[in-house]
């Protein structure tokens, strides 16, 4: 399966009549990181999901990887990580648990090391005999990480991905997002914090009202980034 | 396949874990029992004929409350877009969770059955292995509908309400099957049980394979 990690064109997508996405187009290629920004209710997640194929679009054309979508094999799913609002861990089971489980799924060969070098990447040794129920926020958002990265997929989902973490899990998590993205992984990132995602992106998007309304290649200042944002917003631009 | 028996290993580790469902339906299960014992008051003599009905409407309400709690699993923390994103086919997913549920079922039928024979004086011994292919086919079918719409519920906010009322008419005729097939084993064996065995087929067949077809269109947006 080769193409382009995305390429979508005019997606569109309505829930209970009300538009929230109105014609979203992005092409994200190997090797890159495009961080979307937006206000709340810009379409970000919707957008994710469907990107991760949990959501169909109403009209428009979705391709990953060079294979429609809507006729995706299941073995596309094995190219794709995700990681949404929620951790899609079980409360009920340990991190190793879990991810022996998601192992399982994805099919992943030597998972018994993989899952330790994952564990100790999320910093969850100390915490792996007890159920994650009892993690806190963080704790349960670096599994999710973890989760999404064990079957090493090619194109990268991330939604908010920073929600939760201290410091050094920050870093460790752009750390291992330049990694990937050095090694040719793709990534779709939305974030309503700049600051963070910007070390890993290699596009800046601006979502607002179901449409990417700016966009922009390469480094770009902070401040004219922010500046940009309050023009889209404010219907400036 | 490989993904339907991690999804049943998972539930079942779930389930022994906190022992949620198990707990509620064996109280339901055995509460259900008592008071239907207690109601009819039978002589020694007429109870016996009660266990089919007894039996059977203990398992329905019982596997109600555990089958929902399957897929309350699947809600919590999104875990179900978790399935989703993975590279299994969604009938994979049906195929474990049926599993699961049949697995619940038989633990549950594992208490209740011996129970109802004590209460109402019946001596199931005899034709025990004609009860358990009746208990079994009665147990996949409940479950192949059950778990259909079981995860049709889950993504309702009335699923307590709306899996009850979609489910208990399309059981019916599996009802029938099962309580026939009870009686006939328990006055007969198995081999006067032909006719009902067969309704129970036939409907284990129906529900298994069109939930096995539909459950794609039911998790999948």
């Known amino acids: 399966m080769g193409g382009d990690p995305v390429r979508a064109e005019g997606l569109v997508r309505a829930f209970a009549g009300t538009p929230v996405l109105a014609g979203v187009d992005l092409v994200v290629r190997a090797g890159e990181a495009v961080v979307l920004l937006g206000p709340n209710g810009a379409g970000k997640t919707t957008l994710l999901r469907m990107l991760a194929l949990l959501l169909r679009p109403g009209v428009g054309r979705l391709a990953l990887f060079g294979v429609d979508a809507g006729a995706a094999p299941p073995a596309l799913r094995r190219r794709i990580g995700y990681v949404g609002h929620e951790s899609l861990c079980y409360p009920d089971l340990t991190a190793g648990e879990n991810l022996s489980f998601y192992a399982r799924l994805f099919g992943v060969p030597g998972a018994a090391a993989r899952i330790a070098e994952l564990i100790a990447w999320a910093g969850l040794e100390a915490h792996a005999r007890r159920p994650v129920r009892a993690y806190s926020r963080g704790m349960v958002q670096r599994l999710a990480l973890a989760r999404a990265l064990l079957h090493g997929p090619d194109l990268l989902l991330l939604d908010e991905p920073f929600t939760g973490l201290d410091a050094e899990a920050v870093a460790a998590l752009q750390q291992q997002l330049g990694a990937l993205r050095a090694a040719g992984h793709a990534m779709v990132l939305t974030t309503h914090d700049l600051e963070r995602a910007a070390p890993v992106a290699t596009r800046l998007a601006i979502l607002h009202r179901g449409r990417i309304a700016w966009a922009r290649d390469g480094a770009a200042e902070p401040t004219a980034v922010a500046a940009a944002y309050r023009a889209v917003v404010s219907g400036r631009a | ?221």
Request: glycine content about 8%; proline content about 5%.
């Open chain 2, 1 to 221: 396949m490989r993904g339907a028996l991690a999804i049943l290993a998972k539930d079942l580790r779930i389930e022994w874990r906190t022992r949620e469902s198990l707990a509620s339906v064996f109280v339901l299960g055995v509460l259900l029992l008592i008071v239907l014992a207690v109601a009819h008051d039978p002589t020694p003599e007429a109870a016996p004929a009660l266990v089919p009905a007894v039996m059977w409407v203990s398992f329905v309400f019982t596997g109600i409350v555990g089958i929902q709690r399957g897929f309350l699993l699947e809600r919590e923390n999104d875990c179900l877009a978790g399935l989703l994103s993975a590279p299994l086919d969604p009938a994979d997913i049906y195929a474990g969770k049926l599993a699961a549920n049949v697995v619940l079922l038989a633990v549950t039928q594992a208490v209740v059955v011996p129970l109802a024979g004590i209460f109402l004086h019946a001596d199931l011994w005899p034709v025990l292995p004609g009860l358990l292919v009746v208990l079994l086919l009665g147990n996949v079918g409940f479950a192949a509908l059950a778990t259909l719409f079981g995860a049709l519920a889950a993504r309702t906010r009335a699923r307590e309400t709306l899996m009850p009322v979609l489910l208990l008419p399309l059981l019916v005729p599996l009802l029938i099957g099962a309580v026939q097939a009870t009686q006939a084993v328990l006055a007969g064996g198995l081999g006067a049980a032909r006719e009902a065995v067969a309704v129970l087929v036939a409907f284990d067949v129906i529900f298994a394979v069109a939930g096995w077809l539909l459950f794609a269109y039911v998790v999948r947006d």
